[in-house]
Nanobody, 121 residues
């Protein structure tokens, strides 16, 4: 499985961005987004099961971010609204052959290269 994240950029606080993660290979994996801000550890953002029927979010992004997927296109999305400066980070997509929605990095076998999101105040 290979993952390619895109869609990052510079946006003002309150704005929106949509990240995409295109995958090759099997689409029956749980997909997730993590992020890493400068000087901080990578943290869980959101996850979605293979059918798209179940999602999980970090408390810090609930109500602002939405994860979705299009299995026909082998792509997972992260719609980010009401962005805040503290959302600034490199965002990574990940895939794991699991049947739940883990928030731990170790549960995900495959990782994309990351895309930078910068939110200015």
């Amino acid at each position: 499985v290979q993952l390619q994240a895109s869609g990052g950029g510079l946006v003002q606080a309150g704005g929106s961005l949509r990240l995409s993660c295109a995958g090759s290979g099997r689409s029956l994996y749980v997909m997730a987004w993590f992020r890493q801000a400068p000087g901080k550890e990578r943290e869980f953002v959101a996850a979605i099961n293979w059918s798209g029927s179940s999602t999980s979010y970090a408390e810090s992004v609930k109500g602002r971010f939405t994860i979705s997927r299009d299995n026909a296109e082998n792509t997972v999305y992260l719609q980010m609204n009401s962005l805040k400066p503290e959302d600034t980070a490199v965002y990574y997509c990940a895939a794991g052959p699991v049947s739940w929605l883990p928030s731990f990095e170790a549960e995900y076998n495959y990782w994309g290269q990351g895309t930078q999101v910068t939110v200015s105040s």
